[in-house]
């Protein structure tokens, strides 16, 4: 899944798959170290989550994993997916099974959030795809699954227009690309400090997706047991993963 036609560029190791629907690798990508998680997305149980049945924050991917157990599901990967506020409700859209918590929010506004265009990464039957905000209002997809976030990293193919190759902000970061069948949902973390510039180029030139949306930085973290990554540290808000059956 992640294509030996990178191979030029993409030096992966460490390689490890949870049957066809889900590998994650480390790579690096100019002396900057990444991970990479890619998800079938017209195979797998990819969902997100945020709150328990009672309503109460998840937070961590320990409470995801037990969740899924009473499934007889358990957690194969994961990682935070958009921004929180301190109660740690989403920023902007979030839907879940298909109902809505927060509305979609439009428009330039403070932050990374607002760092105008921003995006939206929906799940739907059978296929995800990060769309442009304004793109989504206008599509108005049916998402089963759907986190807003900003900035884009990658729109169509380019760079988000305000990114700096020398942009001196560096954290840790993580965000989401889709190809155009919707089938491919590549899952990326930085393991060191990078600016927007450089990450942006990743998803375009490496993982060779035209949409590609950030997550968050600082506070970025992921679960991928197969290759021995299990993150931890103070509650999130929305999570996505993928639910595999429980062994």
């Given at each position: 899944?992640?294509?030996?036609?990178?191979?030029?560029?993409?030096?992966?190791?460490?390689?490890?798959?949870?049957?066809?629907?889900?590998?994650?690798?480390?790579?690096?990508?100019?002396?900057?170290?990444?991970?990479?998680?890619?998800?079938?997305?017209?195979?797998?149980?990819?969902?997100?989550?945020?709150?328990?049945?009672?309503?109460?924050?998840?937070?961590?991917?320990?409470?995801?994993?037990?969740?899924?157990?009473?499934?007889?599901?358990?957690?194969?990967?994961?990682?935070?997916?958009?921004?929180?506020?301190?109660?740690?409700?989403?920023?902007?859209?979030?839907?879940?099974?298909?109902?809505?918590?927060m509305r979609l929010v439009?428009?330039?506004?403070?932050?990374?959030?607002?760092?105008?265009?921003?995006?939206?990464?929906?799940?739907?039957?059978?296929?995800?795809?990060?769309?442009?905000?304004?793109a989504f209002q206008t599509?108005?997809?049916?998402?089963?699954?759907?986190?807003q976030s900003g900035p884009?990293?990658?729109?169509?193919?380019?760079?988000?227009?305000?990114?700096?190759?020398?942009?001196?902000?560096?954290?840790?970061?993580?965000?989401?690309?889709?190809?155009?069948?919707?089938?491919?949902?590549?899952?990326?973390?930085?393991?060191?400090?990078?600016?927007?510039?450089?990450?942006?180029?990743?998803?375009?030139?490496?993982?060779?997706?035209?949409?590609?949306?950030?997550?968050?930085?600082?506070?970025?973290?992921?679960?991928?047991?197969?290759?021995?990554?299990?993150?931890?540290?103070?509650?999130?808000?929305?999570?996505?993963?993928?639910?595999?059956?429980?062994?």
């Open positions: 899944m992640i294509r030996a036609v990178l191979s030029g560029v993409l030096c992966l190791f460490a390689a490890q798959s949870v049957g066809q629907d889900l590998q994650c690798a480390q790579d690096t990508f100019e002396g900057l170290a990444m991970t990479v998680c890619e998800v079938d997305a017209s195979q797998a149980d990819l969902r997100m989550f945020l709150r328990d049945e009672t309503g109460v924050i998840l937070g961590q991917f320990s409470s995801v994993d037990r969740q899924l157990s009473a499934e007889g599901r358990r957690l194969a990967f994961a990682m935070n997916a958009g921004m929180y506020h301190d109660d740690r409700a989403p920023v902007g859209l979030y839907v879940e099974n298909g109902q809505q918590e439009p428009g330039p506004g403070p932050g990374n959030f607002g760092l105008v265009p921003n995006g939206v990464f929906c799940i739907r039957e059978g296929r995800a795809d990060v769309f442009e905000t304004s599509e108005q997809p049916q998402c089963s699954f759907a986190t884009m990293l990658v729109i169509d193919g380019a760079l988000h227009p305000r990114f700096l190759k020398d942009g001196t902000s560096r954290y840790i970061r993580n965000g989401v690309g889709t190809s155009a069948d919707g089938k491919r949902a590549v899952f990326v973390i930085s393991d060191a400090p990078v600016n927007f510039h450089t990450f942006g180029r990743y998803f375009r030139d490496v993982v060779q997706v035209p949409q590609a949306l950030y997550f968050d930085g600082k506070v970025s973290r992921l679960f991928a047991p197969e290759i021995g990554r299990s993150d931890f540290g103070f509650s999130l808000g929305p999570i996505v993963g993928v639910a595999v059956p429980a062994q």
